[in-house]
Every structure is written in C-alpha cells, then in structure tokens.
C-alpha cells in the first residue's frame, strides 16, 4: 500500500494555527512523525481558511523540506496553488487533484508532465459526484484515456472514486467498492487506486472502527493506494494485514515489525 499522511491539512485547527503563526515546528513534527509511523507521501492542504493560499502552500513545502526531501500530495482544487507547490518539490511529487472534467485535465495532465509528478483523478466532473458504479467506472475511463494521450505512464496515474461519510451517504460505500474492482479493469496495467478515506466516518461515532473495517475492504477490491492518519496504529496494522492475507506478503511471526522494517528499507514504491 501506498500511504499518503492526511495530518498536514488546514483542516485541523493545529495547522491551521501553525500556518496563521509560522510555527515551523507543529509542522515539521507532524511531517516526521507521519513519516516515521509509515507514510511514503505527505498531503499538504492549506485548509479553507488560508488568506493567501499561494503563500500558504509555498511557506508549507519549503517547511516540510527543511525537515527532510519528503514526497509531498499537493492537495488543492486551484491549480496555480498546485503549481506553487510543485516549483519547490525535491522528491516526486503527486498533483491531488483533477477531476474528470476536459478542462481541468487539460491544465492538470501538463503540469504532471512538466514536474514528473503522479496525479489523483477524481471521478467527479462539473455536476458533482456520480451516486453509481458505472458513473463513476466512466469518469475514471476519460481520466485515463486523456492520461494515455498526454503520454504520461500509467503507473503515475490514481484514480479516486471519492468515498463520502457513511452516514449521509450510505449507499454510496459499496458503489465505492464496486467502482475500485471495475477501474481495476480498464487497462493493463491498471491505474492505481486511491481513497481519502477518513471521509468514510467524518462526524460518525467509531470513527476508527469504520476506517479500519472499510480500508480492508477496500484493499480487498484492489485499492492500494490511501490518504489516510497514519497515526491510528491499528488501522496500519490492519492495512498491513490485509495485504499479508492476500498474499503480497510472506506471512513470519513478525509480519507487522518486517514490514515496517522493509518499507523504511526500501522507501517510496510504484
Ligand atoms: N480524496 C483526495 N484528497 C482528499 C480527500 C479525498 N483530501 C482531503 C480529504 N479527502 C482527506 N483528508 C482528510 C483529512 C482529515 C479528515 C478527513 C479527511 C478529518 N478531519 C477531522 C474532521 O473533519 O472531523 C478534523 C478534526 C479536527 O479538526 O481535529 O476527518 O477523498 N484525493
């Protein structure tokens, strides 16, 4: 599994303070110890508050590098706060994200081949998020097919079918699952498949609960890439797990220490 640390996101009133008051510090522990605890990416979202969201993103990249050359998720729906971002990366970065929307990949499929950076393709467009499997299957398919036509490789390409909170949007959980076993399909080899996946339970009781049961089941279906809180260790363990039961991974006494230990050893794969 690719995992993407969701902790460095204006969302969180930590941040969002730390940004307001340049306090590199909060920062630089949360990029560390998310890395530490197993995540290969850092999303880095100035949050909806942010005054200047360029500003904001550039003072975010440079100070999470000082912590270290970390591969970074530019999560922003501005593209010229992306491309801000993506002007300071030192490691590969990924571009979160473009939508399905011609417009959108016209400016988004450039920029990931300008920078070398991986892209998160959400199967959205203009009329929002589609409530069922096939909505969602078509949308990944002209996410890929403009990927193919920019000639950007495959294996830089994820594809987010958009999980929404349980709890407003129940159905859409399996919709979910059913659309990440079909984009598996589009191609060969396919795109990899991603979930922000602590949507799953905003404002839900259990919250860990639903996180660690859906990620497993969403592994199941073939998602290996998340931005999820690598902090939960036992939604890590879980993941960890789960791709050991599936038989990516040969099963020692040890499985979960190995893993960890092979992952630091061989750093960011796919
Ligand atoms: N797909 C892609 N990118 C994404 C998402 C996605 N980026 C943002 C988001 N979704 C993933 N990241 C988070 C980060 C935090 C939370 C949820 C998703 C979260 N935050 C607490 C809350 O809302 O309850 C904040 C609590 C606090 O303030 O402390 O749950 O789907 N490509």
């Given at each position: ?10 969302m ?12 590199k ?13 197993g ?18 993103i550039e003072?975010?990249v ?8 970390f ?29 399905a ?16 950076a ?7 467009n ?5 409530s ?6 078509e949308?990944?398919?002209?996410i ?59 404002k839900?009781?259990?919250?860990e609960?639903?996180n660690?049961?859906y990620?497993v089941?969403?592994i ?28 990516k991974?040969?099963?020692?006494d040890?499985y ?15």
């Amino acid at each position: 599994m690719i995992i993407i640390g969701e902790r460095i996101n204006g969302m969180f009133k930590a941040v969002s303070r730390a940004i307001k008051e340049k306090d590199k510090k909060v920062i630089q522990d949360l990029a560390l110890k998310q890395i530490e605890a197993g995540a290969q990416f850092l999303d880095v979202n100035v949050g909806p508050a942010a005054a200047n969201s360029m500003e904001a993103i550039e003072w975010l990249v440079k100070t999470i590098q000082e912590a270290g050359n970390f591969h970074l998720s530019l999560d922003s729906t501005k593209p010229e706060v992306i491309e801000a971002g993506l002007k300071l990366c030192k490691a590969k970065p990924m571009i979160n994200s473009t939508t399905a929307q011609k417009e959108k990949l016209d400016i988004l499929l450039p920029l990931a081949k300008k920078y070398n950076a991986s892209l998160i393709g959400l199967t959205m467009n203009e009329k929002g998020v589609p409530s069922t499997v096939s909505g969602r299957t078509e949308m990944a398919l002209q996410i890929l097919a403009h990927t193919m036509e920019y000639e950007i490789p495959i294996s830089d390409l994820y594809i987010d079918p958009l999980i929404l909170p349980v709890n407003v949007a129940q159905d859409q959980a399996s919709n979910v699952l059913e659309a990440i076993r079909e984009c598996k399909l589009l191609s060969d080899p396919p795109p990899h498949l991603l979930l922000g996946l602590s949507n799953v339970s905003q404002k839900t009781l259990y919250r860990e609960l639903i996180n660690r049961t859906y990620v497993v089941m969403a592994i199941t279906m073939g998602l290996d890439s998340a931005i999820l809180d690598p902090f939960d260790k036992d939604l890590m363990d879980a993941v960890i797990t789960a791709e050991l039961l599936l038989n990516k991974d040969i099963y020692c006494d040890s499985y979960l220490d190995a893993y960890r230990r092979k992952e630091k050893a061989v750093g960011v794969k796919g």
